[in-house]
Protein backbone atom coordinates (compact mmCIF):
# COMPACT_ATOMS: atom_id res chain seq x y z
CA UNK A 1 0.00 0.00 0.00
CA UNK A 2 1.61 3.35 -0.83
CA UNK A 3 2.66 5.75 2.14
CA UNK A 4 1.72 8.75 2.26
CA UNK A 5 4.21 11.10 4.77
CA UNK A 6 2.79 14.31 6.39
CA UNK A 7 4.76 16.72 8.41
CA UNK A 8 3.16 18.54 11.58
CA UNK A 9 4.23 21.31 13.54
CA UNK A 10 3.33 22.33 17.14
CA UNK A 11 2.44 19.03 19.16
CA UNK A 12 0.06 20.89 21.47
CA UNK A 13 -3.83 20.02 22.37
CA UNK A 14 -5.16 19.72 18.26
CA UNK A 15 -1.66 18.42 17.26
CA UNK A 16 -1.79 15.04 19.86
CA UNK A 17 -5.48 15.18 18.70
CA UNK A 18 -4.24 14.47 14.68
CA UNK A 19 -1.87 12.00 15.78
CA UNK A 20 -4.74 10.02 18.54
CA UNK A 21 -7.17 10.63 15.35
CA UNK A 22 -4.22 8.54 13.24
CA UNK A 23 -3.69 6.43 15.71
CA UNK A 24 -7.43 5.23 16.16
CA UNK A 25 -8.83 5.49 12.71
CA UNK A 26 -5.45 5.15 10.68
CA UNK A 27 -6.41 1.56 9.46
CA UNK A 28 -10.18 2.70 8.48
CA UNK A 29 -8.48 5.62 6.35
CA UNK A 30 -6.34 3.60 4.76
CA UNK A 31 -8.45 1.16 3.56
CA UNK A 32 -11.11 4.09 2.43
CA UNK A 33 -8.25 6.11 1.07
CA UNK A 34 -5.72 2.61 -0.63
CA UNK A 35 -2.83 4.70 1.42
CA UNK A 36 -1.46 5.22 4.62
CA UNK A 37 -1.11 8.36 6.12
CA UNK A 38 1.30 8.60 8.61
CA UNK A 39 3.21 11.60 10.50
CA UNK A 40 6.78 11.87 9.61
CA UNK A 41 8.16 14.72 11.62
CA UNK A 42 6.45 16.34 14.08
CA UNK A 43 7.92 19.94 15.10
CA UNK A 44 7.29 21.08 18.70
CA UNK A 45 9.54 24.23 20.85
CA UNK A 46 9.45 21.87 23.91
CA UNK A 47 10.03 18.82 23.37
CA UNK A 48 11.54 17.66 26.60
CA UNK A 49 7.42 18.02 28.19
CA UNK A 50 4.85 15.84 28.80
CA UNK A 51 2.91 14.28 26.07
CA UNK A 52 -0.19 11.92 26.03
CA UNK A 53 0.23 11.17 22.98
CA UNK A 54 3.35 9.15 22.03
CA UNK A 55 5.15 9.04 18.82
CA UNK A 56 7.37 6.75 17.03
CA UNK A 57 10.98 7.04 17.80
CA UNK A 58 12.91 10.13 15.44
CA UNK A 59 9.20 11.63 14.97
CA UNK A 60 9.55 14.62 17.47
CA UNK A 61 12.14 17.11 17.14
CA UNK A 62 12.58 21.03 17.25
CA UNK A 63 14.11 21.08 13.72
CA UNK A 64 11.73 22.91 11.42
CA UNK A 65 13.98 22.01 8.40
CA UNK A 66 13.68 18.20 8.47
CA UNK A 67 10.44 19.04 7.98
CA UNK A 68 10.61 21.44 4.52
CA UNK A 69 13.65 19.42 3.27
CA UNK A 70 12.51 16.22 2.81
CA UNK A 71 11.32 15.97 -0.41
CA UNK A 72 8.82 13.43 0.68
CA UNK A 73 6.72 15.19 2.61
CA UNK A 74 4.31 17.19 0.59
CA UNK A 75 1.84 18.35 3.39
CA UNK A 76 2.69 21.02 5.92
CA UNK A 77 0.13 20.94 9.15
CA UNK A 78 0.76 24.15 11.53
CA UNK A 79 -0.91 24.31 14.32
CA UNK A 80 0.88 26.31 16.53
CA UNK A 81 -1.65 28.85 16.81
CA UNK A 82 -0.93 32.64 17.04
CA UNK A 83 0.20 35.11 13.69
CA UNK A 84 4.27 36.06 13.79
CA UNK A 85 5.74 32.82 13.97
CA UNK A 86 2.86 30.30 12.34
CA UNK A 87 2.74 33.14 9.30
CA UNK A 88 6.11 32.41 9.29
CA UNK A 89 6.45 28.91 9.31
CA UNK A 90 3.78 28.79 6.91
CA UNK A 91 5.44 30.92 4.32
CA UNK A 92 8.22 28.92 4.84
CA UNK A 93 6.52 25.40 3.79
CA UNK A 94 4.42 27.05 1.12
CA UNK A 95 7.89 28.21 -0.43
CA UNK A 96 9.34 24.39 0.00
CA UNK A 97 7.09 23.12 -2.22
CA UNK A 98 4.39 22.15 0.87
CA UNK A 99 -0.03 22.30 0.42
CA UNK A 100 -0.89 23.64 4.09
CA UNK A 101 -3.43 22.55 6.62
CA UNK A 102 -4.06 24.86 9.22
CA UNK A 103 -6.50 25.28 12.08
CA UNK A 104 -5.48 28.91 12.91
CA UNK A 105 -8.62 31.28 11.93
CA UNK A 106 -6.62 34.39 13.83
CA UNK A 107 -3.55 33.43 11.03
CA UNK A 108 -6.11 33.46 7.87
CA UNK A 109 -8.59 36.20 9.09
CA UNK A 110 -5.55 38.72 9.27
CA UNK A 111 -3.32 37.72 6.62
CA UNK A 112 -5.13 35.19 4.54
CA UNK A 113 -4.98 37.36 1.20
CA UNK A 114 -1.98 37.32 1.39
CA UNK A 115 -1.06 33.64 1.85
CA UNK A 116 -3.31 32.47 -0.13
CA UNK A 117 -2.12 34.35 -3.11
CA UNK A 118 1.53 33.02 -1.52
CA UNK A 119 0.06 29.13 -2.22
CA UNK A 120 -0.87 30.33 -5.67
CA UNK A 121 2.41 31.69 -6.54
CA UNK A 122 3.67 28.04 -5.85
CA UNK A 123 1.41 25.81 -6.81
CA UNK A 124 0.05 24.94 -3.65
CA UNK A 125 -2.90 25.18 -1.49
CA UNK A 126 -4.13 25.75 2.07
CA UNK A 127 -7.17 23.87 3.52
CA UNK A 128 -8.46 25.54 6.81
CA UNK A 129 -12.02 23.17 7.49
CA UNK A 130 -10.60 23.08 11.14
CA UNK A 131 -10.69 27.12 11.50
CA UNK A 132 -14.12 27.36 11.95
CA UNK A 133 -16.58 25.61 13.79
CA UNK A 134 -13.99 22.69 15.01
CA UNK A 135 -15.12 18.84 13.80
CA UNK A 136 -18.60 20.92 11.91
CA UNK A 137 -17.48 19.99 7.84
CA UNK A 138 -18.57 23.89 7.96
CA UNK A 139 -16.44 25.56 5.38
CA UNK A 140 -16.86 22.78 2.88
CA UNK A 141 -20.58 22.19 3.09
CA UNK A 142 -20.36 26.65 2.50
CA UNK A 143 -17.58 26.57 -0.09
CA UNK A 144 -18.79 24.22 -2.28
CA UNK A 145 -22.25 22.09 -0.83
CA UNK A 146 -24.19 25.73 -0.95
CA UNK A 147 -22.37 27.11 -3.96
CA UNK A 148 -25.87 26.96 -6.00
CA UNK A 149 -27.32 29.30 -3.25
CA UNK A 150 -26.80 33.65 -3.26
CA UNK A 151 -26.50 33.53 0.40
CA UNK A 152 -28.44 35.97 2.02
CA UNK A 153 -27.71 35.07 5.88
CA UNK A 154 -25.54 33.64 8.54
CA UNK A 155 -26.24 33.48 12.22
CA UNK A 156 -23.35 31.33 13.87
CA UNK A 157 -22.29 30.30 17.60
CA UNK A 158 -18.74 29.84 16.78
CA UNK A 159 -17.23 30.37 19.76
CA UNK A 160 -16.98 26.79 22.45
CA UNK A 161 -15.63 28.77 25.14
CA UNK A 162 -18.58 31.74 25.31
CA UNK A 163 -21.01 28.86 24.15
CA UNK A 164 -20.16 26.84 27.72
CA UNK A 165 -19.45 29.69 29.91
CA UNK A 166 -23.41 31.28 28.84
CA UNK A 167 -24.55 27.69 29.19
CA UNK A 168 -23.61 27.26 32.58
CA UNK A 169 -24.67 30.99 33.37
CA UNK A 170 -28.31 30.58 32.23
CA UNK A 171 -28.38 26.40 33.63
CA UNK A 172 -26.90 26.43 36.22
CA UNK A 173 -26.35 29.59 37.76
CA UNK A 174 -22.74 29.54 37.59
CA UNK A 175 -20.30 32.51 38.09
CA UNK A 176 -18.64 33.83 34.86
CA UNK A 177 -15.24 33.35 36.22
CA UNK A 178 -16.11 29.26 36.83
CA UNK A 179 -17.37 28.66 34.02
CA UNK A 180 -14.42 30.53 32.18
CA UNK A 181 -11.95 28.37 33.91
CA UNK A 182 -13.92 25.32 33.62
CA UNK A 183 -14.07 25.68 30.09
CA UNK A 184 -10.42 26.53 29.87
CA UNK A 185 -9.62 23.05 31.50
CA UNK A 186 -11.54 21.40 29.17
CA UNK A 187 -9.36 22.45 26.38
CA UNK A 188 -11.67 24.83 24.54
CA UNK A 189 -10.28 28.22 25.40
CA UNK A 190 -7.59 30.25 23.09
CA UNK A 191 -3.90 30.22 24.85
CA UNK A 192 -5.19 33.71 25.91
CA UNK A 193 -8.96 33.33 26.36
CA UNK A 194 -9.70 36.94 26.67
CA UNK A 195 -10.03 36.36 22.46
CA UNK A 196 -12.39 34.10 23.06
CA UNK A 197 -14.78 36.33 25.62
CA UNK A 198 -14.35 39.35 24.09
CA UNK A 199 -15.47 38.36 20.24
CA UNK A 200 -12.47 38.11 18.46
CA UNK A 201 -12.14 34.70 18.27
CA UNK A 202 -15.72 34.50 16.36
CA UNK A 203 -15.17 37.45 14.40
CA UNK A 204 -12.16 35.69 12.81
CA UNK A 205 -14.35 32.96 12.26
CA UNK A 206 -17.11 35.23 10.48
CA UNK A 207 -14.06 36.80 8.54
CA UNK A 208 -13.42 33.37 6.70
CA UNK A 209 -16.85 32.11 6.71
CA UNK A 210 -18.70 35.56 5.30
CA UNK A 211 -16.05 35.86 2.80
CA UNK A 212 -16.86 32.15 1.38
CA UNK A 213 -20.88 32.07 2.14
CA UNK A 214 -21.21 35.75 0.30
CA UNK A 215 -18.01 35.29 -2.26
CA UNK A 216 -16.66 38.55 -1.58
CA UNK A 217 -13.87 39.89 0.33
CA UNK A 218 -14.51 41.00 4.21
CA UNK A 219 -11.63 42.05 6.09
CA UNK A 220 -11.53 41.49 9.70
CA UNK A 221 -11.11 45.22 10.56
CA UNK A 222 -14.71 45.72 8.80
CA UNK A 223 -16.10 43.34 11.74
CA UNK A 224 -18.03 44.94 14.65
CA UNK A 225 -17.11 42.80 17.65
CA UNK A 226 -18.43 42.77 21.30
CA UNK A 227 -17.63 40.08 23.40
CA UNK A 228 -19.54 38.61 26.65
CA UNK A 229 -17.32 39.50 29.40
CA UNK A 230 -19.45 42.49 30.44
CA UNK A 231 -22.34 40.14 30.57
CA UNK A 232 -24.36 39.94 34.02
CA UNK A 233 -26.40 37.12 35.40
CA UNK A 234 -29.33 39.55 35.65
CA UNK A 235 -30.08 40.06 32.29
CA UNK A 236 -29.39 36.20 31.35
CA UNK A 237 -32.05 35.98 33.64
CA UNK A 238 -34.29 39.15 32.99
CA UNK A 239 -33.97 37.69 29.18
CA UNK A 240 -35.06 34.46 30.17
CA UNK A 241 -38.02 35.51 32.04
CA UNK A 242 -39.08 37.36 28.81
CA UNK A 243 -38.42 34.21 26.65
CA UNK A 244 -35.18 34.50 25.53
CA UNK A 245 -31.71 32.60 25.32
CA UNK A 246 -28.49 34.90 25.21
CA UNK A 247 -25.57 33.39 22.74
CA UNK A 248 -23.18 35.37 21.73
CA UNK A 249 -23.88 35.36 17.49
CA UNK A 250 -21.52 35.84 14.30
CA UNK A 251 -24.19 37.43 11.96
CA UNK A 252 -23.21 38.02 8.28
CA UNK A 253 -26.44 39.69 6.63
CA UNK A 254 -26.81 40.60 2.76
CA UNK A 255 -29.13 43.74 3.04
CA UNK A 256 -29.45 46.58 1.16
CA UNK A 257 -26.91 49.01 1.95
CA UNK A 258 -24.47 46.27 2.16
CA UNK A 259 -22.97 43.45 3.69
CA UNK A 260 -23.92 43.34 7.93
CA UNK A 261 -21.11 41.67 9.93
CA UNK A 262 -21.04 41.38 13.20
CA UNK A 263 -20.17 39.48 16.43
CA UNK A 264 -22.34 40.86 19.49
CA UNK A 265 -24.19 39.14 22.59
CA UNK A 266 -27.70 38.37 21.42
CA UNK A 267 -31.09 37.11 22.68
CA UNK A 268 -32.57 34.18 20.42
CA UNK A 269 -36.02 33.15 20.87
CA UNK A 270 -36.77 29.85 22.79
CA UNK A 271 -38.02 28.70 19.84
CA UNK A 272 -35.26 29.73 17.33
CA UNK A 273 -33.25 26.34 16.93
CA UNK A 274 -30.11 27.95 17.80
CA UNK A 275 -31.17 28.47 21.63
CA UNK A 276 -30.70 24.49 21.58
CA UNK A 277 -27.53 24.57 21.05
CA UNK A 278 -25.25 24.45 24.60
CA UNK A 279 -22.40 23.78 25.92
CA UNK A 280 -19.28 23.61 23.82
CA UNK A 281 -21.25 23.06 21.28
CA UNK A 282 -20.98 25.06 17.94
CA UNK A 283 -23.70 25.76 15.04
CA UNK A 284 -24.38 27.92 11.88
CA UNK A 285 -27.68 28.77 10.47
CA UNK A 286 -27.11 29.82 7.06
CA UNK A 287 -29.84 30.66 4.40
CA UNK A 288 -29.15 30.55 0.99
CA UNK A 289 -32.25 32.02 -1.85
CA UNK A 290 -32.18 28.21 -3.56
CA UNK A 291 -32.14 25.60 -0.42
CA UNK A 292 -33.68 28.00 2.53
CA UNK A 293 -32.57 27.35 6.04
CA UNK A 294 -29.70 25.03 6.65
CA UNK A 295 -28.12 24.96 10.18
CA UNK A 296 -24.87 22.99 10.95
CA UNK A 297 -24.29 21.72 14.29
CA UNK A 298 -21.26 19.93 15.74
CA UNK A 299 -18.21 20.10 18.27
CA UNK A 300 -16.83 23.11 17.65
CA UNK A 301 -13.72 23.17 20.02
CA UNK A 302 -11.70 20.58 21.74
CA UNK A 303 -8.77 17.85 20.76
CA UNK A 304 -10.36 15.22 18.74
CA UNK A 305 -13.17 17.36 16.99
CA UNK A 306 -10.82 19.86 15.60
CA UNK A 307 -8.47 17.35 14.85
CA UNK A 308 -10.94 15.46 12.98
CA UNK A 309 -11.32 18.36 10.60
CA UNK A 310 -7.49 18.93 9.92
CA UNK A 311 -7.17 14.67 8.71
CA UNK A 312 -10.10 15.37 6.68
CA UNK A 313 -8.01 18.40 5.26
CA UNK A 314 -4.96 16.07 4.65
CA UNK A 315 -7.16 13.91 3.08
CA UNK A 316 -9.15 16.03 1.01
CA UNK A 317 -5.59 16.70 -0.26
CA UNK A 318 -3.90 13.97 -1.13
CA UNK A 319 -7.45 12.80 -3.24
CA UNK A 320 -6.61 16.31 -5.00
CA UNK A 321 -10.16 17.75 -4.12
CA UNK A 322 -8.67 20.71 -2.11
CA UNK A 323 -6.57 21.46 -4.49
CA UNK A 324 -8.89 21.82 -7.18
CA UNK A 325 -11.44 23.54 -4.73
CA UNK A 326 -8.69 26.48 -3.82
CA UNK A 327 -7.39 27.15 -7.24
CA UNK A 328 -10.47 27.27 -9.44
CA UNK A 329 -13.27 28.45 -7.36
CA UNK A 330 -13.09 32.47 -7.12
CA UNK A 331 -14.21 33.01 -3.30
CA UNK A 332 -11.13 33.48 -1.03
CA UNK A 333 -10.54 37.09 -0.29
CA UNK A 334 -7.59 37.45 -2.88
CA UNK A 335 -9.64 36.46 -5.41
CA UNK A 336 -13.40 37.63 -4.72
CA UNK A 337 -14.36 41.33 -5.51
CA UNK A 338 -14.44 43.50 -1.82
CA UNK A 339 -17.58 43.65 -0.04
CA UNK A 340 -19.90 46.77 0.11
CA UNK A 341 -19.44 46.81 4.24
CA UNK A 342 -23.04 48.20 5.75
CA UNK A 343 -22.16 50.97 8.67
CA UNK A 344 -22.94 49.30 12.22
CA UNK A 345 -24.71 52.68 12.85
CA UNK A 346 -27.29 51.73 10.13
CA UNK A 347 -28.28 48.29 10.95
CA UNK A 348 -32.01 47.88 12.62
CA UNK A 349 -32.70 45.36 14.94
CA UNK A 350 -34.62 45.25 18.21
CA UNK A 351 -33.49 45.67 21.37
CA UNK A 352 -33.12 45.09 25.25
CA UNK A 353 -32.40 47.60 27.67
CA UNK A 354 -31.80 47.29 31.24
CA UNK A 355 -31.75 50.60 32.73
CA UNK A 356 -31.17 51.40 36.48
CA UNK A 357 -32.86 54.48 37.71
CA UNK A 358 -34.35 56.35 40.54
CA UNK A 359 -37.86 55.73 41.17
CA UNK A 360 -38.79 59.04 41.35
CA UNK A 361 -42.12 60.44 39.70
CA UNK A 362 -41.74 61.43 35.79
CA UNK A 363 -38.48 59.00 35.62
CA UNK A 364 -40.58 56.63 33.11
CA UNK A 365 -42.11 59.64 31.30
CA UNK A 366 -38.51 60.82 30.66
CA UNK A 367 -37.80 57.55 29.25
CA UNK A 368 -40.26 57.47 27.21
CA UNK A 369 -40.44 60.75 25.72
CA UNK A 370 -36.50 59.90 24.63
CA UNK A 371 -37.55 56.82 22.99
CA UNK A 372 -40.08 58.61 20.99
CA UNK A 373 -38.16 61.53 20.10
CA UNK A 374 -35.51 58.80 18.46
CA UNK A 375 -37.92 56.74 16.57
CA UNK A 376 -37.98 54.11 18.93
CA UNK A 377 -40.80 52.01 19.31
CA UNK A 378 -41.56 49.83 23.26
CA UNK A 379 -42.27 46.19 22.95
CA UNK A 380 -42.81 45.58 25.91
CA UNK A 381 -41.99 47.28 29.54
CA UNK A 382 -41.47 46.42 33.17
CA UNK A 383 -39.75 48.47 36.30
CA UNK A 384 -39.49 46.05 39.38
CA UNK A 385 -39.95 47.20 42.96
CA UNK A 386 -36.60 48.77 44.60
CA UNK A 387 -34.30 46.30 47.24
CA UNK A 388 -30.63 48.39 46.54
CA UNK A 389 -31.11 52.55 48.13
CA UNK A 390 -28.97 55.24 47.31
CA UNK A 391 -27.24 57.31 50.01
CA UNK A 392 -30.66 59.54 49.63
CA UNK A 393 -32.37 56.22 50.97
CA UNK A 394 -34.09 56.55 47.06
CA UNK A 395 -35.35 53.42 45.77
CA UNK A 396 -32.65 52.39 42.39
CA UNK A 397 -35.30 50.12 40.45
CA UNK A 398 -33.98 48.30 37.12
CA UNK A 399 -36.52 49.34 33.97
CA UNK A 400 -36.37 46.32 31.57
CA UNK A 401 -37.60 47.47 27.87
CA UNK A 402 -37.70 45.81 24.25
CA UNK A 403 -38.14 47.71 21.80
CA UNK A 404 -39.54 47.06 18.27
CA UNK A 405 -36.65 47.14 15.29
CA UNK A 406 -34.78 49.91 15.28
CA UNK A 407 -32.14 51.80 14.05
CA UNK A 408 -28.92 51.17 15.64
CA UNK A 409 -27.70 54.84 15.37
CA UNK A 410 -30.78 56.04 17.18
CA UNK A 411 -30.44 53.52 19.61
CA UNK A 412 -26.84 54.60 20.65
CA UNK A 413 -27.96 58.20 21.16
CA UNK A 414 -30.87 57.13 23.18
CA UNK A 415 -28.71 55.73 25.45
CA UNK A 416 -25.79 58.26 25.78
CA UNK A 417 -28.76 60.78 26.83
CA UNK A 418 -30.34 58.52 29.09
CA UNK A 419 -26.55 57.65 30.68
CA UNK A 420 -26.52 61.65 31.42
CA UNK A 421 -29.76 61.68 33.01
CA UNK A 422 -29.46 62.77 37.25
CA UNK A 423 -31.51 59.69 37.71
CA UNK A 424 -29.40 57.35 35.70
CA UNK A 425 -27.05 55.42 38.19
CA UNK A 426 -25.19 53.37 36.16
CA UNK A 427 -24.35 52.92 32.56
CA UNK A 428 -27.57 51.47 30.41
CA UNK A 429 -27.01 47.82 29.55
CA UNK A 430 -28.23 47.01 25.62
CA UNK A 431 -28.54 43.48 24.02
CA UNK A 432 -29.92 43.29 20.65
CA UNK A 433 -32.39 40.41 19.95
CA UNK A 434 -31.76 38.92 17.31
CA UNK A 435 -35.23 37.50 15.52
CA UNK A 436 -35.23 34.40 13.06
CA UNK A 437 -34.39 34.77 9.25
CA UNK A 438 -37.93 35.19 7.39
CA UNK A 439 -37.17 32.44 4.93
CA UNK A 440 -37.00 32.01 1.23
CA UNK A 441 -38.64 29.97 0.04
N1 LIG B 1 -11.29 28.83 21.50
C1 LIG B 1 -12.10 28.32 20.46
C2 LIG B 1 -13.48 28.09 21.02
C3 LIG B 1 -11.49 27.04 19.95
O1 LIG B 1 -13.68 28.19 22.23
O2 LIG B 1 -14.39 27.84 20.25
C4 LIG B 1 -11.93 26.67 18.57
O3 LIG B 1 -11.63 27.61 17.62
Known sequence: MKEIPIGLVGYGTIGQGVAAVLAMNGEEIS?????????????????????????????????????????????????????????????????????????????????????????????????????????????????????????????????????????????????????????????????????????????????????????????FECIHIEGIDTISIEDVRYGNELGYVLKLLAIGIKEQGGVSVRVHPAFISKHDPLSLVSGPFNAVSVYGNAVGHTMFYGRGAGRMPTASAVVSDVIDIILGNAGRTFNELAVLPDVAPKADIKPMEEISSRYYLRLMVIDRPGVLAKLTEIFGRFNMSISAITQREGSVYDARGEAIVPVVVLTHRAREGNVQSAIREIAGLEVCTQEPICIRVVDEHPEWQ
Open 31 to 219: RKLNAKVYLKHVVEKDIDRPFDVPLAQGVLSNDLDRLLNDPTVEIGIELIGGTTIAKQIVEKMLKAGKHVVTANKALLAHHGKELFQLARKHNRCIAFEASCGGGIPLIESIRRGLIANDVQAMYGIVNGTCNYILTAMIREGKDYAVALKEAQIAGFAEANPSLDVNGTDSAHKLTILSSLAFGQDIP
